[in-house]
């Protein structure tokens, strides 16, 4: 199963930077170090952020899912990316921030901000329905601010510049861009994947799991951190994209049966995969401007959170 | 032979200092009122929270083991059954173990009958049922000492003696084991009880003598009248404790 999605992984991967290939051979036609210059320059920043964006919030989302102990904990329905978001405006817009690894600390600031207001406002244990309200004011909340900030920013273009990228987009990135979001975001995401044993340790509860010299405290806010920098630095360069970071984990646990901590590692490899495909869809819709990826999430992600909303609720009323 | 040796051991606002001693092959049963403080002391031995104090099983402080000796020392059994994911019974019961052993796992799958039930995502079975799976995670181990916090709750009469059983059997080999227990039917099967309240160990005894103590009657409010257990009615209720 894991080798499959390793396989599928880089088919898409492959395709994703290789597609459309007509350019690619008009330039190779012109001159063949032209087609190398779109691969490397024009195309290679764009894969590399889509695999370690979506494989960040694989991650992300397995491990807060995990530690909050509840399936529709992620990085989106917990509003850290709005929060991100915010963080990155606020960067950019109002501080004047240009250096894409200090506008990708703004983005982690702004997600770990509201990741500790979510802890503070509903617990670590909450129920599912506090979780979530808890949740939703806090990215509706954030969207809010965002708004504001861009509305009364300096620079009259804010809003309109802004657009496309609080959506979610790939467009046009450039090296130092994606360096500057996957360094922090992959220093962030290998550490998370060290504790994947602590989090299947912590599923038969908090007590069990202390009493074998883990800190469930200490762990959920290492977690909390690091999936703030991992989501944050990402969200800082690519905008906030939705449903990933919940909906992979869902088929991670598939893969580990059940475990929410070796399924860290099957959503990174499954967040990775849907985010590509999902960049892939938008490349091949011919239309004059790019859809923000984010949209795309959304419509493919929406269904499948109504049908994790109602299984759920079918196995609490069972 | 001593192989639990507990001191100071202190939580705030429910658990005085306290020191404990445990032999090898000790069956013991902590009693005491709602809230007393046998959930506090367990958890204070299981180092579980910031409990002051030191414990050390055979010698060896448990703060200081690393995870996998951890494991051979000691291991706690919470009173809450819940387990949130859809891990099968099996896998549950290996989460016990630092490295894989099949044989052992089976071993515990067929002491605690649950063949049928083995693959079947431990949140799905009735609450019965996961008792005897995290029991089984427990033991699994193999742990010189078993901190057990009502182990015998939610279970049918056929399962509270067979828990008994292997609970008998794993102090005969040495092993200690320390349950909390909130019905008292089953306490003569013990060797030893602690009578907790208050944040103290008032009493440490046998359990015949001490379920026939005054104390025991006074701290449970309950006195024995013609063979059957009624409800103490002090004679001033201002001087209740």
Redo the contacts between chains.
């Keep these: 199963m894991r080798l499959l999605l390793v396989a599928l992984l880089v088919l898409g991967a492959a395709a994703h930077l290789l597609l459309p290939l007509t350019p690619l051979r008009e330039a190779q036609a012109i001159d063949p170090g032209l087609a190398d210059l779109i691969l490397i320059e024009l195309r290679l920043p764009r894969t590399m952020l889509v695999l370690g964006y979506g494989a960040a919030l694989g991650v992300s989302g397995a491990a807060l899912q995990a530690i909050f102990?509840?399936p529709l904990a992620s990085p989106d329905i917990s509003g850290a990316s709005s929060g991100a978001a915010l963080g990155a405006v606020v960067g950019g817009y109002w501080l004047g921030l240009t250096q894409p690894l200090l506008l990708a600390a703004c983005g982690a600031a702004g997600a770990l901000g509201t990741l500790a207001l979510l802890v503070t406002l509903a617990g670590r244990k909450a129920d599912t329905a506090t979780l979530l309200l808890a949740g939703l004011a806090i990215a509706l909340a954030a969207g809010a601010a965002t708004s504001l900030a861009l509305a009364l920013a300096p620079s009259p273009f804010a809003f309109y510049d802004a657009f496309d990228w609080l959506m979610g987009s790939f467009t046009d990135r450039s090296m130092s861009q994606a360096v500057a979001a996957l360094v922090p975001a992959g220093i962030a995401t290998l550490l998370l994947l060290r504790r994947s044993r602590a989090l299947?340790?912590i599923?038969?509860?908090d007590?069990?799991a202390?009493?074998?010299?883990?800190r469930p405290r200490r762990l959920a806010m290492e977690i909390i951190a690091l999936s703030a920098i991992a989501v944050g630095a990402c969200v800082a360069v690519a905008g906030a994209i939705g449903f990933v970071g919940l909906v992979a984990p869902v088929f991670g646990?598939q893969v580990s049966?059940?475990?929410?901590g070796k399924a860290l590692v099957p959503s990174a490899l499954i967040g990775a995969l849907l985010l590509t495909i999902a960049d892939l869809v938008v490349r091949a819709i011919p239309l004059d401007r790019p859809i923000p990826v984010g949209v795309i999430t959304a419509l493919f992600g929406t269904p499948l959170f109504l049908w994790l909303v109602v299984t759920m609720r079918r196995?609490v009323t069972a | 032979m001593t192989l639990l040796s507990a001191r100071d051991l202190a939580i705030h606002n429910r658990l005085h200092p306290t020191a404990l001693d445990v032999q090898a092959g000790e069956l013991v049963a902590l009693i005491g009122p709602n809230g007393g403080g046998k959930t506090s002391l367990l958890?204070a031995l299981?180092?579980?929270?910031g409990a002051s104090g030191v414990v050390a099983v055979d010698g060896e402080d448990i703060d200081e083991?690393?995870?996998a000796r951890?494991?051979q020392l000691?291991?706690?059994?919470?009173a809450?059954r819940?387990?949130?994911?859809?891990?099968?019974a099996r896998?549950?019961i290996r989460?016990g173990l630092d490295r894989d052993d099949e044989k052992r796992i089976e071993e515990m799958v067929s002491l605690f009958e649950l063949g049928r039930l083995a693959d079947r995502?431990v949140?799905q079975l009735s609450t019965g049922e996961r008792a005897r799976v995290?029991a089984a995670?427990a033991l699994v181990g193999n742990p010189k000492l078993l901190?057990l916090d009502e182990p015998l709750s939610n279970l049918d009469p056929y399962w509270v003696l067979h828990f008994l059983e292997i609970f008998e059997a794993a102090a005969e080999a040495g092993h200690m084991v320390l349950a909390a227990l909130h019905d008292l039917s089953q306490l003569d099967r013990f060797s030893r009880a602690l009578l907790i309240a208050d944040g103290r160990i008032q009493m440490d005894e046998t359990p015949a003598k001490l379920v026939a103590s005054e104390r025991f009657e006074e701290i449970f409010r309950i006195s024995s009248a013609n063979g059957r257990w009624a409800i103490r009615k002090p004679a001033d209720p201002r001087s209740l404790p």
């Design positions: 102990a509840n299947d340790l599923a038969l509860g007590d069990v202390a009493s074998l010299g883990i646990r049966r059940g475990h929410p196995r | 958890r299981a180092r579980i929270e083991a690393p995870m951890r494991r000691l291991s706690f059994l919470p809450s819940d387990v949130t994911w859809p891990i099968s896998d549950v989460l995502p949140n995290l995670r901190l």
